[in-house]
């Protein structure tokens, strides 16, 4: 396996190991906010779906700026955690979903998180793909790779 | 917190308290209690040990300090650094109050007026199935409360040396679960002293017994020669006897131990009944603990004491037992003194008269079966010299490390790599070439149009004096075309040579930029920090340990003459070779040129080879702090030392290692990253010398970092920031 290929298997074991993401937005003010999303993400890396109410902060931050961030880690609370955790930034556009590519990222996202499906489907939520055009994988505290998808 | 724990006397030591008082401990318990006369004991259980490190953090500090990179790419350079950062946290961080308080209640009382002998007893010792003797440290005649406390700190370290790393990390035992009792015991001070091995490792029908005279440390430690007796295991009948030169023996200094000449009055040698008496009693200890035992013992008159007691481990010498080379990774004193005299009495002079005679001959007159058995004969003189390197000079590098460590026990600063600002300003062979290099570029500078003239080979207009110390740099180094000292080639106006003294030229004059440091003030502080009958021995390892911090860079230089004379008479083959592939000894020609070793391969996978079509990029890559600053700059990847002509002042310099015969560049680079590790590795010597940020140990710096780069290089704490060049 060589080093791109290395990389891509640490960012896609942690991503299909973690269900919890923080997500980035900025308000129009320029206001920076963040928070929890239940997210999944696509085998190819290209993208990371996640749900929100329209009601939301986020949903109304990322309508006035696409761009985001996500930040997914499996840290356990632990002291060890500062060399032995892994955390992957991933930095991209987002995109509201709608009609077949909706109906296909509900699909997934249910597989991953069945207890979320009631959420999913309600009309008030709000179903985001975040097309990621960069990774930023960190491990043993201060070793940062960058992997550019689709490069 | 059970402070009853903390502190026990060996009575309240159970056989199975492994874990509470570490296998020297609760075999010393057994025997106290079976009868056996044992030093007077004191023991600081794993649970003192466990309850400072958790006041203090430690034992995350330590785990985030060993995992920055996956131990098995650091280099064993990395992990001596890595242990003595370790070791600087055991020595400065504060003992909790309780346990101080405990510790003064149970240790200075019995310890007052009495000489203590602090031992490791660290539990993984007999649950490993392997024998950790000599890895872990103990200090014989420590006096005073105050330097019990530091002896037991230094103790508790000793579990995070580089040779105990290693030989867990062999043994396949988790840092993590480590912890270490520590015997405080009354020092007795036998007339003779020794070790018995109940059976052989030789023969299973026999027994060993060697004894010094004087303390036992002279046996453990290999400062004295032992006298030795075979024994018959059943009837303890003396089979054979080796006998020793006693004139020498180890005896309590102030603090400490020194090596004195023997008294003429000393006891002749030990009687055959006290031989005998050592082996039934060594045979009474295997009953005791059910198998054979390796006892170290010491004897006053007729009277025996058993200073420890442990199994052995092996009854053959086993293959598989690596301790010894982790245990060679720590020379003493004494044999470093021995090997510096070697080095710079014999085989360095020897190297640069051989390196002189190589240089004096002239080819021109050999017939090419006479060129073939000169290539032959320098091929061998250089693997030689190369093989001397390996055995002499790379343990000789351990006096700077000797030195570091003691220096940080007595000063204890605040930064662990204080020690190198006493070892730096001391000459150099490649710093005394770079002085030579810049005083060039002053005259170049100094001399409207002269930096013209040099360019454009225009060598006659350069002054008289400038011409003058030019030839003289060429005569000494060489052009710096091939990265060979000494070697030359091509056209001086195209060598690496005038390009180097125009970049140097065309900067602003300045001096190699230390940091300002008051050497002097370092140095008396260290040496005053010893009693006055010490200083002396101070002031002598303060020498070897320049003395070492010096060769790191000079043995390079030498072993590159004489791998360039080695070249010259390559070349000079190869080239008859060219002109005439099919003269009469052309086989001889081939097969000498095969005997020399290809180049240093260049790495395999270059940033330029990663970066090629590949999402990947480095962000932040971690290494080594090896010089503390900051600095931005342009990279500079130096493979090949054609890569050197084109190093332009302000670049960070990136390679594999800064190779001595590439120093030349140094003080026009703002940074140094290198691919290997280590502190005391020459290119971090080099760029402290310069007051240059360097990080070492980066094992991806030539994967991905490519020249033009934008670099960040944090010295402080050893991360390198790379911004790609913008394509």
Redesign the interface.
């Known amino acids: 396996m060589d ?2 290929e290395t ?1 891509r298997h640490h960012i896609h074991t942690l991503l299909t190991g973690q269900r919890l993401a923080t997500l980035s937005t900025c308000s129009a003010e320029g206001h920076p906010y963040a928070s929890l999303v239940a997210f999944d993400s696509d085998s190819d890396l290209s993208g990371m779906i996640f749900a929100t109410s329209r009601a939301t902060r986020k949903f109304a931050n990322l309508s006035h700026q696409a761009r985001a961030a996500m930040l997914v880690d499996n840290s356990g609370n632990v ?2 955690d ?3 955790a892994m955390a992957v930034t991933a930095l991209g556009v987002t995109t509201e979903l709608t009609g077949a590519a909706e109906d296909a990222a509900v699909t997934r996202y249910i597989l991953k998180h069945p207890h979320m499906a009631k959420f999913v489907q309600a009309p008030s939520t709000a179903v985001l793909r975040l097309a990621v055009d960069v990774y ?1 994988l960190v491990n ?12 | 917190m059970s402070d009853d724990k903390l502190i026990l006397p060996l009575a309240a030591i159970r056989p199975d308290d492994i874990a509470l008082a570490g296998g020297k401990g609760c075999a010393l318990s057994r025997l106290d209690r079976a009868g056996f006369q044992v030093p007077f004991t004191m023991v600081v259980t794993t649970v003192a040990y466990q309850h400072f490190v958790d006041a203090n953090g430690l ?2 500090k330590i ?2 300090e060993l ?3 996956p131990f098995a790419e650091m280099r064993w350079e990395e992990i001596w650094d890595a242990a003595l950062r370790i070791r600087g946290m055991f020595m400065n961080h504060p003992l909790p109050t309780d346990l101080d308080q405990a510790l003064q209640q149970t240790l200075s009382p019995p310890f007052v007026d009495r000489p203590a002998v602090i031992r490791s007893s660290a539990p993984q010792e007999d649950s490993a199935g392997a024998s950790f003797a000599g890895i872990h440290e103990s200090y014989v005649n420590v006096r005073g409360h105050a330097a019990v406390l530091d002896h037991i700190r230094r103790v508790w370290a000793s579990l995070w040396s580089d040779g105990a790393l290693l030989y867990r990390q062999e043994l396949g035992l988790a840092p993590e679960s480590s912890a270490m009792a520590v015997l405080v015991q009354a020092l007795v001070v036998g007339d003779y002293s020794g070790v018995a091995f109940t059976v052989s490792p030789m023969h299973a029908d026999q027994s060993v017994i060697e004894a010094v005279p004087g303390l036992n440390q002279g046996l453990v430690d290999g400062l004295v020669a032992p006298e030795r007796w075979i024994l018959d295991r059943n009837t303890h009948a003396i089979v054979s006897h080796t006998a020793a030169d006693r004139s020498q023996s180890v005896v309590p200094a102030d603090q400490g131990i020194r090596v004195a000449a023997l008294p003429d009055d000393a006891p002749q040698g030990l009687s055959s009944s006290t031989i005998e008496a050592v082996a039934a009693l060594a045979r009474r200890i295997e009953s005791l603990f059910g198998s054979p035992q390796d006892v170290e013992w010491t004897v006053v008159d007729a009277d025996i004491t058993v200073l420890q007691a442990r199994p052995v481990t092996t009854t053959a010498a086993s293959e598989d037992d690596k301790r010894g080379w982790y245990l060679s990774l720590r020379r003493s004193y004494e044999n470093l003194q021995q090997l510096r005299v070697k080095i710079e009495d014999d085989l360095i002079p020897a190297m640069i008269r051989e390196a002189e005679e190589l240089a004096a001959i002239d080819f021109a007159p050999f017939s090419d079966i006479e060129l073939a058995a000169e290539v032959r004969r320098r091929v061998d003189r250089n693997q030689h010299w190369s093989n001397v390197y390996w055995a002499d000079f790379i343990p000789y590098a351990h006096g700077a490390r000797l030195f570091g460590q003691i220096y940080n026990d007595t000063i204890k600063p605040e930064n662990p790599y204080e020690f190198a600002d006493l070892l730096t300003d001391t000459p150099m062979a490649s710093l005394k070439r770079n002085r030579h290099l810049e005083a060039l570029a002053a005259g170049v500078r100094d001399v409207p149009g002269a930096a013209d003239d040099l360019r454009r080979g225009r060598m006659d207009n350069l002054p008289a004096s400038l011409r003058s110390s030019l030839d003289t740099f060429v005569a000494q180094y060489g052009t710096l075309s091939s990265g060979i000292t000494g070697d030359s080639e091509g056209a001086l106006t195209e060598s690496t040579l005038v390009r180097l003294i125009l970049e140097l030229a065309a900067r602003p004059g300045q001096s190699p930029a230390r940091q300002s440091v008051d050497h002097e003030a370092l140095v008396r502080r260290f040496i005053d920090a010893f009693s006055p009958e010490e200083r002396d021995w101070a002031q002598s390892l303060l020498d070897l340990a320049r003395s070492s911090y010096r060769l790191r860079d000079d043995d390079n230089i030498h072993l590159g003459r004489i791998e360039a004379q080695a070249h010259r008479a390559v070349r000079e083959a190869a080239a008859r070779l060219a002109n005439d592939p099919t003269t009469e000894d052309a086989d001889a020609l081939r097969e000498a040129l095969s005997l020399m070793p290809p180049a240093k391969p260049a790495p395999t996978e270059t940033a330029e080879k ?1 970066a090629h ?10 290494g080594q702090p090896a010089g503390p600053g900051l600095a931005r700059g342009r990279a500079r990847v130096v493979t090949a030392p054609q890569d050197l002509k084109a190093f332009q002042s302000g670049e960070i310099l990136i390679c594999d290692a800064v190779d001595p015969n590439m120093t030349f560049v140094v003080p026009l680079a703002a940074a140094v990253v290198e691919r290997r590790g280590g502190m005391l590795i020459h290119g971090a010597i080099i760029a402290r010398e310069y007051g240059l940020p360097c990080v070492t140990g980066v094992p ?1 710096a030539l ?1 991905f970092i490519r020249s033009g780069d934008h670099v960040t290089v944090d010295g402080y ?1 050893g ?1 390198v920031i790379i911004s790609p060049a913008a394509t």
């Open positions: 080093a791109q990389v002291k060890s500062i060399y032995a930023y043993r505290f201060q070793k940062v790779m960058e992997y550019h998808v689709g490069r | 034992q995350e785990l985030l995992n920055r990179k990663t079509g590949s999402g990947l990029q480095a962000r932040q890559l971690v991806e994967q704490l991360i």
